[in-house]
């Protein structure tokens, strides 16, 4: 499925840790967005329409899922599984899901999303155990809580121990024109928003297990997307947790971060593991889906690094490829790969 927003070529420009790329992205999304939003009342006078991408909400997948905290306004929450819930921010286009796992002695919260609401206040609604935070990875949308929380554990990579230390440019660039949907929250200030610094407790690694209490949940190593990328088994309960891995969005395999090679060996991966998962849980827009798209990603990416689908769009160093229900932002000229890399 592909985010695209305001007739713009895939006009997601500022996505996914836009460091090095923001003031062209901005200047970008401003001229493209500027003339999207601004429609006309009868005498004349210019008012503000929602962003396209706003206009598409609620997603219809959510009215399968059981809601909880009804009152929350920044984010709402669905109970995805028994002791699981997806804490969803739909008022941003980055629609980022945050994840709660909750075991009898402990849970873990997999990503903090934002920042720009007080997840550490809604997780405290549903769980009274200890939490301990866990990233999918360390974009700017992942990690914006991290601050609250006392217990964080963290891939050993450089690029986790940049990113702890936080980040106001990146943040910014999430307040960009067209990049909201209603209001912020009460007490936010748009203008000291900033992703904060936060400290590891722990340094974890592939297949790094925690105890919840009658219930474990393993780490797979997914690098690709980033370098310190990772999903989430909880195999007793049949869940698979992706991050950015997959989700059902374009998919942004781009940024200098990225390892296209390491990414298809990751998915790999996740392919092997599909057997024993009921439900794959992204980290983007809507929470569940089916395993068997993990099979179908893994085809549709390898269509593209086989040279069989040209580009749907170019502009500059990215390109854009659409495979079926499957869209993928990408460098453009595509890496060279081989037989040794992850391809078949």
């Given at each position: 499925?592909?985010?695209?927003?305001?007739?713009?070529?895939?006009?997601?420009?500022?996505?996914?840790?836009?460091?090095?790329?923001?003031?062209?992205?901005?200047?970008?999304?401003?001229?493209?967005?500027?003339?999207?939003?601004?429609?006309?009342?009868?005498?004349?006078?210019?008012?503000?329409?929602?962003?396209?991408?706003?206009?598409?909400?609620?997603?219809?997948?959510?009215?399968?899922?059981?809601?909880?905290?009804?009152?929350?306004?920044?984010?709402?929450?669905?109970?995805?599984?028994?002791?699981?819930?997806?804490?969803?921010?739909?008022?941003?286009?980055?629609?980022t899901i945050s994840?709660?796992?909750?075991?009898?002695?402990?849970?873990?919260?997999?990503?903090?999303?934002?920042?720009?609401?007080?997840?550490?206040?809604?997780?405290?609604?549903?769980?009274?155990?200890?939490?301990?935070?866990?990233?999918?990875?360390?974009?700017?949308?992942?990690?914006?809580?991290?601050?609250?929380?006392?217990?964080?554990?963290?891939?050993?990579?450089a690029f986790t121990?940049?990113?702890?230390?936080?980040?106001?440019?990146?943040?910014?660039?999430?307040?960009?024109?067209?990049?909201?949907?209603?209001?912020?929250?009460?007490?936010?200030?748009?203008?000291?928003?900033?992703?904060?610094?936060?400290?590891?407790?722990?340094?974890?690694?592939?297949?790094?297990?925690?105890?919840?209490?009658?219930?474990?949940?393993?780490?797979?190593?997914?690098?690709?997307?980033?370098?310190?990328?990772?999903?989430?088994?909880?195999?007793?309960?049949?869940?698979?947790?992706?991050?950015?891995?997959?989700?059902?969005?374009?998919?942004?395999?781009?940024?200098?971060?990225?390892?296209?090679?390491?990414?298809?060996?990751?998915?790999?991966?996740?392919?092997?593991?599909?057997?024993?998962?009921?439900?794959?849980?992204?980290?983007?827009?809507?929470?569940?889906?089916?395993?068997?798209?993990?099979?179908?990603?893994?085809?549709?990416?390898?269509?593209?690094?086989?040279?069989?689908?040209?580009?749907?769009?170019?502009?500059?160093?990215?390109?854009?490829?659409?495979?079926?229900?499957?869209?993928?932002?990408?460098?453009?000229?595509?890496?060279?790969?081989?037989?040794?890399?992850?391809?078949?």
């Amino acid at each position: 499925m592909l985010r695209s927003r305001h007739g713009c070529l895939d006009s997601k420009p500022m996505r996914r840790n836009r460091r090095l790329r923001i003031p062209v992205s901005l200047f970008l999304s401003t001229l493209c967005v500027s003339a999207a939003i601004l429609a006309f009342a009868p005498d004349g006078t210019a008012q503000e329409e929602k962003p396209e991408w706003c206009k598409a909400l609620p997603r219809p997948e959510y009215k399968t899922l059981q809601r909880v905290l009804p009152d929350e306004t920044w984010f709402e929450v669905y109970k995805v599984a028994p002791g699981t819930f997806a804490i969803y921010e739909p008022h941003q286009y980055e629609e980022t899901i945050s994840y709660l796992i909750v075991g009898t002695k402990q849970a873990l919260l997999f990503d903090t999303g934002m920042g720009i609401g007080n997840i550490k206040a809604v997780v405290a609604r549903l769980t009274s155990r200890p939490v301990v935070v866990l990233n999918s990875h360390t974009h700017n949308d992942h990690v914006g809580g991290n601050w609250q929380f006392p217990y964080i554990f963290g891939m050993d990579t450089a690029f986790t121990r940049a990113n702890a230390k936080g980040s106001r440019e990146d943040a910014q660039a999430e307040l960009g024109d067209g990049n909201l949907c209603g209001g912020l929250p009460k007490g936010f200030d748009p203008t000291k928003y900033a992703t904060k610094p936060w400290k590891i407790s722990l340094f974890v690694h592939d297949r790094f297990k925690v105890n919840l209490g009658h219930r474990t949940v393993e780490i797979v190593a997914t690098p690709g997307h980033t370098p310190d990328a990772i999903s989430l088994i909880d195999r007793e309960n049949g869940l698979l947790f992706t991050g950015d891995t997959y989700y059902p969005a374009t998919i942004w395999l781009y940024r200098p971060e990225t390892d296209l090679m390491a990414y298809i060996a990751s998915v790999k991966k996740l392919v092997a593991v599909a057997p024993q998962v009921k439900t794959v849980l992204g980290a983007h827009n809507i929470p569940v889906a089916d395993p068997a798209v993990l099979a179908k990603l893994l085809d549709a990416i390898q269509e593209v690094v086989d040279g069989k689908v040209k580009p749907k769009s170019m502009k500059g160093d990215e390109a854009g490829y659409q495979i079926g229900d499957f869209s993928f932002r990408m460098r453009n000229p595509l890496p060279a790969l081989n037989s040794s890399s992850g391809t078949h």
